[in-house]
């Protein structure tokens, strides 16, 4: 681990698990009784608004009665103490990385605790229920709000900011992720293609374990502090 400087880390609903958000494939795959693909989509909001806004409404409300996990705490470590370039892209739409303390972060499927008004474009942190239409605080405009989330068929955000960090990246950590999603599975093939050695840390083989020079088998919560501490301390 020693030549490591630049490193990407991407991390999905696996590094939350333990800290008792469900994540969308496993057993406990349903959000609130329904599989995220069949929700997270611009066609469903537009027929059925009520539906979508309640989805994330309850979610977000969610997000009060869970705490980030010793997976989130050593990345924030890992953010504070690494001396080259970081970037941890997550696919998570919860805060726990924020609340954990990483800074050099981005959640390219947007983030529960956002809405965007669709009448301004401006985006304004949330905390609470979407689906009472409340008026957007920039300006004004009542029932313009959505969540601030990528849904399928949407672009995902700060996709240059990714590749050009992949394309540098020395080491490209993937954590709790089952590989279903692009653009975010193809980020294995970037950073290999780039040069980087690449490491998959996730609790069962995932579609894309064979993609990695290395994959580690094993809950988040024990995986990324062990983790951490090699890199930190090599
Ligand atoms: C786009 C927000 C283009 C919603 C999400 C056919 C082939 C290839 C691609 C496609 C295709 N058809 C359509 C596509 C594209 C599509 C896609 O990939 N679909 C899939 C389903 C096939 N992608 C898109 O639409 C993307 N946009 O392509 O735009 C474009 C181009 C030009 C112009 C405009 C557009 C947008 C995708 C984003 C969708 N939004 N999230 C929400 O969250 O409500 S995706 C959703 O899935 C979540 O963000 C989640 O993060 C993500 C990935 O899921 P995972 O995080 O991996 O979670 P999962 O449950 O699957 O796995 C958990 C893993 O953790 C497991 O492996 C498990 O073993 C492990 N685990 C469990 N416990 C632990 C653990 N690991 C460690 N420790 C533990 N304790």
Redesign the pocket.
Known sequence: MREIRNIVIL?????S??SGVP????PD?L?EGHR??D??TPQVFRRDPELVQS??DQ?RAALARVQPNA?HHALAKLDAEWPHDLLLVT???DDLHDRAGSKRLLHM??ELKSAWCLSCDRRTPWDGALSNDPACPACGARGHLRPD????????YDMDRIDRALSRADLFVS???????????GFVDLASHAGARTLE????P?MTSPRFDESRL????T?VPALVEELLNP
């Open positions: 991390t999905g609903a696996g590094v698990a333990e994540t969308f494939r496993g795959g959000w995220v693909e929700v997270a989805f994330y979610r997976a696919q998570n739409v499927h947007g989330i990528v849904w399928f068929g949407e672009m995902p954590i709790g992720t089952s590989g279903n999603v692009y653009p975010a599975a840390l996730n609790l069962d995932s094993g809950p988040a919560g995986l």
